[in-house]
């Protein structure tokens, strides 16, 4: 049904996605945190910070991502040399791409969640003697789980859908960084391979659509009863 | 509320008027921007003529007029895209003219110039680290040039898997411009327009087929503009303006050529 090629692709698109969402959670919940529950000077300007890769153009963040985390790059100096992970031209940066991008989507589920939490509720674990970490990880944490996941899937199928930051960041290597979309993009642009193009927009509608429907349902599951 | 929501969509709907109709557009390859630009604010605009641009990979152009885009005039980096489109009997018949040719060269990043020996046995794929720029080979027109040129050098083979393939060949210059590439294949002409490269090597003309840019007006769409347009690009004045920007004008070649009979 799929030739090894299209199997490379959708594996390595899952890979990314894994890995994004993974990569995504720790700073949504740290930063949905802040938001949701500090007030600070200059609150507003870091939301909308936050909020840019959901407006700028893909190939912007792209060329964004390229000039900060490329090899001259301020940090992609320091990813490199220190850590010893090249980012560019690599999947890795195709996770990175696919982070930035689907960032807003996770932080505002977060943010969502987090102030849905009765702070009551926080301070009364406080009294009965937990620290403030396990307070937030065994109260606010769990009960704002639903929408770390609703989250978690939003982020995963904005990155099967992203394309124009990954291909002006990380290119479009065989086996390394081409995502479905980017082999939807080669085959659409060779005459005669559009039953494999095809192909692959069939999966990739059928798994953003399970990935969005899964959101959903969880979203509902967990609404407060009326 | 409603009065602003109607206020903003008469305005935000309005036509800013060019004068007399809208200018042409014109669906041009990537590396044809700088240039293309120049030529209608330096001559253009002296003879009144206007022009809207749409620059990308010939392929996508390709395509998008293939299914109705509203282009006048496509101006493409490869004959092949043009022949596409011919085939699919949607360029105006007698427009066509092949306008322009180009060289291919090899760059580095500014200061990090190595030595290429532009020939057969030559170790390229051992003189530099890391991966080679260019344009996609399977369907942008530099990239296809290029992987030609690689290939009848002998190169090729040893490059598999180093290369770094880009949307057009704009997107290969910002790659070696960042030192993300070491090495990168483009026109000669993007190595001009660009500062923060160097050329390394120039690769042979007869190492791939003719670079030619062949330009038409898309079928139905052939009006009065239109031809000024193409006139324009044909004439003296345009060929100076290519050749400054390391474009060689074929055209104006076939020109003198046809005064000296």
């Known amino acids: 049904m799929l030739t090894s090629e299209e199997w490379e692709v959708l594996l390595l698109s899952l890979r990314v996605g894994f890995f994004c969402v993974l990569f995504s959670l720790p700073p949504g919940i740290a930063l949905g945190w802040l938001l949701a529950r500090c007030q600070f000077k200059g609150k507003i300007l870091l939301d909308g910070i936050c909020h840019l890769p959901l407006v700028l153009p893909p190939v912007v963040t792209g060329y964004l991502l390229l000039l900060l985390f490329g090899r001259r790059g301020l940090l992609g100096g320091f990813f490199e040399q220190v850590l010893g992970v090249r980012l560019a031209f690599d999947w890795k940066g195709a996770v990175l791409a696919s982070a930035v991008v689907g960032f807003p989507l996770m932080l505002r589920a977060v943010r969502l969640g987090i102030e849905s939490v009765d702070p009551r509720l926080e301070r009364v674990a406080r009294t009965l003697g937990a620290g403030r970490l396990r307070a937030f990880c065994t109260v606010t944490l769990r009960l704002a789980a639903p929408s770390l996941l609703v989250g978690s899937l939003l982020t995963f199928a904005r990155s099967l859908g992203e394309f124009g930051a990954t291909i002006t960041f990380v290119s479009n290597i065989a086996g390394e960084t081409r995502t479905i979309p980017s082999a939807i993009y080669t085959y659409l642009n060779q005459p005669g391979e559009d039953a494999a193009a095809a192909r692959l927009v069939v999966i990739s509608i059928a ?14 599951r967990m609404a407060p009863p009326k | 509320m409603f009065g602003i929501v109607v206020f903003l969509s008469c305005v935000l709907s309005a036509n800013f008027a060019y004068g007399d109709g809208k200018p042409p557009v014109v669906f041009a390859a990537a590396s044809l921007n700088t240039v293309l630009q120049e030529l209608m604010k330096a001559e253009g605009e002296k003879r009144g003529l206007r022009a809207r641009f749409s620059f990308a990979g010939s392929a996508a152009l390709a395509r998008q007029i293939a299914e109705g885009a509203p282009a006048d005039l496509f101006f493409s980096a490869n004959v092949r895209w043009m022949e596409y489109l011919e085939k699919e009997e949607l360029i105006a018949a007698g427009t066509r003219v092949d306008l322009l040719g180009n060289r291919l060269v090899v760059v580095a990043p ?15 794929a051992g003189a530099f680290s890391d991966r080679l720029a260019l344009g996609d080979p399977g369907h942008v027109p530099a990239g296809i040039y290029a992987r030609q040129a690689l290939e009848q050098l002998g190169w090729w083979r040893s490059l598999a898997g180093r290369l770094a393939p ?22 000669a002409t993007d190595a001009m327009v660009s500062a923060k490269v160097e050329v390394v090597a120039e690769l042979p003309v007869g190492a791939h087929e003719p670079i030619v840019y062949p330009v ?16 324009f690009f044909q004439s003296p004045e ?15 070649k076939a020109e003198k050529e046809e005064r000296k009979e």
């Open chain 2, 110 to 124: 500014k200061g990090e110039g190595f030595e290429v020996e532009p020939r057969r046995g030559f170790d390229f």
């Open chain 1, 207 to 220: 798994l953003s659509l399970a990935a969005l429907l899964a959101s959903e349902w969880v979203a509902r």
């Open chain 2, 216 to 231: 038409a007006a898309v079928r139905g769409r052939a009006s009065e503009k239109v031809e000024q347009l193409l006139r």
């Open chain 2, 166 to 187: 880009a949307p057009d060949v704009r997107a290969a210059l910002v790659f070696v411009e960042r030192g993300e590439c070491a090495a990168g294949v483009v026109y």
């Open chain 2, 238 to 252: 345009a060929a100076a303006v290519f050749a400054r920007h390391g474009f060689t004008p074929l055209n104006a």
